[in-house]
């Protein structure tokens, strides 16, 4: 199956400071990419779909100036959480959908980023 | 309003035995994808189904679609520790459309 990776697996940082998830398509094209919010035992959070060359879209309740989000190339989408706070201290994770031939709507998901903000 | 209903949100069995979760919906769904993640890591595709009444089968895992494509299973036989997860279900209604997530099932086998 296709390879989506997240980087940094890990992270932890101060509060007010600004922190840089990056999610990559490594074998595929994706036009379109995927964040997400993930607290503990629950389900995925859709924050915002990420397309290349345009604004990312924004779900209700997700602050835009918040959660930067930049798809700057059909491979590679960042997430930046700015000033962060310890109530941003989650599981995030990206997801990319293959748009070729065939495709059914599967997403490839990347290993995700455990942000700890103190 | 929950677009898809998993059932049920929680399972603890013992190794060897059979379950099945459950994926519901009023709405119909062009396809229908389940996740399995294990804990600190993103999830993994397990499977498609897009055809109504589509039987899959993936070593002990046994994946169907509804008739109507509005319903998912998921089933497993003698299932084993390794099994242990979240499985999700995830769909989409109409191609481009937004994919849409349950809750989940969070699995527990006890060995």
């Known amino acids: 199956g296709a390879v989506v990776s997240q980087h940094p697996s890990r992270v932890i940082c101060k509060s007010g400071t600004s922190v840089k998830i990056e999610c990559r398509s490594l074998?595929?094209?994706?036009?379109?990419m995927f964040w997400y919010r993930q607290f503990p035992k629950q389900s995925l959070m859709l924050m915002a779909t990420?397309?290349?060359?345009?604004?990312?879209?924004?779900e209700q309740g997700v602050e835009k100036d918040k959660f930067l989000i930049n798809h700057a190339s059909l491979t590679l989408s960042t997430l930046t959480v700015t000033s962060a706070h310890p109530e941003d201290s989650s599981f995030y994770i990206c997801?990319?959908?293959?748009?070729?031939?065939?495709?059914?709507?599967?997403?490839?998901f990347g290993e995700g980023s455990r942000l700890t903000v103190l | 309003t929950q677009l898809l209903e998993q059932s049920p949100q929680f399972l603890s069995i013992q190794e060897g035995e059979n379950l099945t979760v459950y994926c519901n919906s009023s709405?119909?769904?062009?396809?229908l994808q389940w996740y399995r993640q294990e804990p600190g890591e993103g999830p993994v595709l397990l499977v498609t189904?897009?055809?109504?009444?589509e039987v899959k089968k993936l070593k002990r895992l046994t994946f169907q679609f509804g008739d109507a494509r509005k319903d998912s299973s998921l089933h497993i036989t003698a299932a084993q520790p390794g099994d242990t997860g979240l499985y999700l279900c995830?769909?989409?209604?109409?191609?481009?459309?937004?994919?849409?997530f349950g809750k989940g099932t969070r699995l527990h086998i006890l060995p």
């Open positions: 997801s990319a959908a293959w748009g070729g031939p065939g495709n059914t709507g599967e997403l490839f």
């Open positions: 074998d595929f094209q994706a036009t379109t």
């Open positions: 990420s397309n290349e060359g345009s604004k990312a879209t924004y």
């Open positions: 709405s119909v769904f062009s396809s």
């Open positions: 189904v897009v055809t109504g009444g």
């Open positions: 995830a769909g989409e209604r109409n191609r481009d459309d937004k994919i849409i």
